[in-house]
């Protein structure tokens, strides 16, 4: 629910629930992969979620995108010493500034306070701006608390 949806509530007006539905960010339009973005994506990149090494690289974990069909399987994981961050799913397309992935993305803490498991399901956008040499999750705000999570996907050779 974005700020302008909760002040109208907060007001007494209600949205009809199509109205509320417009007012979440979406997904870009995209378009099919074409040949030379599937080959930027195809292969092993380090994957990291700033929980667990916070950026650095020596510690990122690693994902795999692979062709399947029309779409390309995506599966990887990353290991903390109390926290472990899983990606599986598909790219479906791309979209501007990056691709769109439809799958789960889990995030275990294993010790502490907010011991427990978050799951994030359906379809997300991944995007890269400016000299950024990763794809960012743009959907960050943890379904699970008040948390970002920095989701990243490195490029090749990084």
């Known amino acids: 629910m974005n700020r302008l949806h909760q002040s109208l509530l907060a007001l007494g007006l209600a949205l009809s629930p199509l109205a509320a539905l417009a007012l979440e ?12 973005a599937r080959q930027q994506l195809l292969g092993e990149h380090k994957l990291t979620v700033q929980w667990i090494g916070w950026d650095d690289l020596a510690q ?3 994902v ?5 069909g029309a779409v390309l399987a995506v599966s990887g994981t990353q290991v903390g ?31 502490g306070p907010g011991t427990g498991t978050c799951v994030r ?6 995007t890269t701006r400016g ?7 743009q959907q960050m705000q943890s379904p699970c608390g008040v948390e970002t999570d920095y989701v990243d996907i490195y490029f090749s050779g990084i």
Not at 64 to 68: K, L, V
Not at 82 to 98: F, M, N, P, S, Y
Not at 131 to 137: A, D, E, P, S, T
């Open 131 to 137: 000299i950024r040499q990763y794809w960012r999750l």
């Open 60 to 62: 990122a974990g690693q």
């Open 121 to 126: 399901s359906g379809r997300m956008h991944f």
């Open 25 to 36: 960010p979406a997904v870009p339009a995209s378009r099919p992969l074409d040949a030379y």
């Open 81 to 111: 010493e109390d926290k472990r961050l899983d990606v599986a799913g598909h790219i479906t397309a791309l979209v501007e500034d990056g691709f769109v992935f439809e799958g789960a993305i889990t995030l275990q803490d294993m010790q």
């Open 64 to 68: 795999r995108i692979d062709p399947a």
